[in-house]
């Protein structure tokens, strides 16, 4: 059975589009309906759907972009906040898909398999204990992305304080902290960004200590993060 919340979720988490668009006052009802998520959150998320459904949608897209793709603190690639450009995000990106692919589901997106759209389009297929411990080992995380949406007076917010609830754990406060400390990405930096691009490319071959672990046994490294500079195009 599909957990609903975690796919509407996803789907407020993804690129937008006219199909989005268009589906948004049903994913907004979906997430109003749960009650596992605080009702002040619930709100927040359906007036973020509202709002989504009424813009105009090269407006967010633009900034879906500066948000998401032209700022390295708020990227939704989870490993690049515990990897960076370490030679460990090419093995657990393939342990990652092998996961995938053992609980019968194959990612059909270009986007990278520890995109948090694509994990919870996935955990939306799992029993709740299991998005539990998965959401609960990257906590801090989703707290700190939280925290630098509201920084920036974003909606999106809500979707990760949302996510935060469903976990149902409180996240490590010195972790959180040094994801804060770090400083926010100017978007418009472009020189800035250059020198992101220019880094060593992330290499995802096979690796000989992979196998095909639960979800959340590779998240579990998460409980320290070791931001380093990314490779966009990787």
């Given at each position: ?156 917010a809500a979707a990760f304080a949302a996510l935060s609830q469903l ?68």
């Amino acid at each position: 059975m599909m957990d609903r919340t975690l796919k509407a979720l996803s789907l407020i988490l993804s690129y937008p589009s006219r199909e989005l668009q268009e589906a948004m006052p049903e994913i907004g009802g979906v997430i109003a309906a749960d009650p596992r998520i605080a009702a002040d959150t619930r709100a927040a998320l359906r007036r973020l759907a509202d709002g989504f459904a009424k813009a105009d949608l090269y407006d967010l897209q633009e900034s879906y972009v500066m948000l998401f793709d032209r700022s390295r603190t708020l990227s939704l690639n989870l490993f690049e906040h515990v990897h960076g450009e370490s030679r460990d995000r090419g093995g657990a990106m393939v342990s990652l898909i092998e996961t995938y692919r053992a609980g019968g589901f194959e990612p059909a997106t270009s986007e990278l398999p520890d995109h948090l759209p694509v994990l919870l389009e996935f955990l939306s297929t799992r029993p709740f204990a299991e998005v539990q411990e998965t959401l609960a080992d990257a906590a801090h995380i989703l707290d700190a992305l939280a925290a630098r949406l509201v920084r920036r007076d974003s909606g999106y917010a809500a979707a990760f304080a949302a996510l935060s609830q469903l976990a149902d754990m409180q996240a490590d406060a010195e972790a959180v902290a040094d994801m804060l400390a770090q400083p926010d990405d100017d978007p418009t930096d472009l020189a800035a960004l250059d020198a992101v691009w220019e880094e060593t490319e992330v290499t995802f071959g096979p690796d000989p200590n992979a196998g095909c672990p639960q979800v959340r046994d590779m998240l579990a490294a998460m409980d320290r993060p070791t931001p380093k500079p990314l490779n966009r195009s990787a």
